[in-house]
């Protein structure tokens, strides 16, 4: 018993020593611009660095960084690591000592250390791909709260595609330190980029004209000409139109883009991969993901 504590804590030692190496470029792919960052600084000195920061959220920043990971933090946990009830006296001297990046690396650690790869027995023998498979349904069950039940033989577009495929597979390519390829481009990835692009743009366009329309409204009494007024008039409907019609096809291209690698198409071949990728995993990268010795 004492022994297999002792085991737990080294694994999970492990397991937060790599989450806080990879922690400073995940936050700035969160944030979306390039970080200095280091494992003793404070997030909020972090999120200072980005322009306009005023207007960040936290909590959005918490999320989609454990994304990164394959992690998904509930609303109370982002907002109770936040301290978002504090008021902002109290947060500074009870929650903003604790608001570093070392006790995120914690937080997601122990998401992260709640799965691992153990060979499960199948008839009556240790088999390696069917503790993989056990694997990948628990993180499923953990992620998406029980309601994608599969089994080995059913295809993994059948149940993961978008936003829920982009979770789980980060988990995936984690437990398996990387052993399984990344997820691939489609045309729809493509569609879905260009879609989302022109909607906010046209969306841009549209304040844009309404700014003018109003500056030249109050400075200008009347407006000089109807032509001048029609144009601005054909200019909004035309920048609406391009909204209603390409922000909802962005999100129906990324809801059903299917990004599933070649050569995976059902979770036995996704767990027959991770199996067989132990054989090339490091020592050290072995023992920090939970996957004991390579076979």
Known sequence: MVENRKSTQREFAACRTRVA????????????????????????????????????????VLDLTAARFGVRLSDEEARAFCGDELAPDEWERFAGKHFTLD?????????????????????????????CFVAIREIADELFEGHCRFGPSD?????????????????????SCDQIPELRATWLTSLSGVLFGMGVLSGMTFGVLFLIFAAVSAFSSPISGPEWSAYVIIGWML????????????????????????????????????????????TSCADESNLGTPF
């Open 239 to 282: 920048c609406l139109a391009i909204v209603a019609v390409a922000l909802p096809g962005a999100w129906l291209a990324h809801r059903f883009d299917d990004r599933v690698p070649d050569g995976i198409r059902t979770f036995r071949d996704l767990a027959m991969l991770m199996a067989q990728g132990r054989a090339s995993v490091p």
């Open 155 to 175: 295809t993994i577009s059948r149940f993961f595609r978008g936003r829920d495929l982009e979770l789980l597979w980060p988990r995936l390519r984690w437990l």
């Open 103 to 131: 006790a995120l690396a914690t937080l997601i650690a122990r998401k992260l250390a709640c799965v691992r790869i153990r060979p499960d027995a199948a008839f009556g023998k240790a088999c390696v791909p069917a503790g």
């Open 21 to 60: 190496a990879a922690l400073p470029h995940a936050m700035s792919e969160a944030c979306g611009c390039s970080l200095n960052l280091a494992s003793s600084d404070r997030i909020d000195t972090a999120i200072r660095q980005i322009p306009g920061w005023e207007e960040v959220d936290f909590a959005d």
